[in-house]
């Protein structure tokens, strides 16, 4: 069964770092374009981070640039992402998503990803 579980969200202060992953259940998952996003309470889930099957193209959020890397470990079936020098409007919780090849091109669209996580919450506060 198709799979991705997020891990590493908890409460972090301001200017703080973590690291998300996103675990795949199979490898099915390393041809797949994946991407990260988030749902603060009373907002939409919007995008934060995207990366191309390959790993050779990435996409940011302008909230996220500069501060966020996504990337993937193949062997591991796994996305990371990154995340540095947080903000208190960073709270949220965090997605992963994937998303089949033949979609490519809406890497900040939430509804052409085909497999979504549970999330993970991250709180950054003092």
């Known amino acids: 069964q198709a799979q991705l579980v997020e891990s590493g969200g908890g409460l972090v202060r301001p200017g703080g770092s973590l690291r998300l992953s996103c675990a795949a259940s199979t490898r099915t998952f390393n041809n797949y374009n994946m991407g990260w996003f988030r749902q603060a309470p009373g907002k939409e889930r919007e995008f934060v981070a995207a990366m191309n099957w390959s790993g050779a193209s990435t996409y940011y959020a302008e909230s996220a640039e500069g501060r966020f890397t996504i990337s993937r470990d193949s062997a591991k079936i796994t996305v990371y992402l990154q995340m540095n020098s947080l903000k208190p409007e960073d709270t949220a919780v965090y997605y992963c998503?994937?998303?089949?090849?033949?979609?490519?091109?809406?890497?900040?669209?939430?509804?052409?990803?085909?497999?979504w996580g549970q999330g993970t919450q991250v709180t950054v506060s003092s």
């Open positions: 998503a994937a998303q089949r090849i033949y979609r490519s091109g809406n890497y900040d669209v939430a509804a052409v990803y085909d497999y």
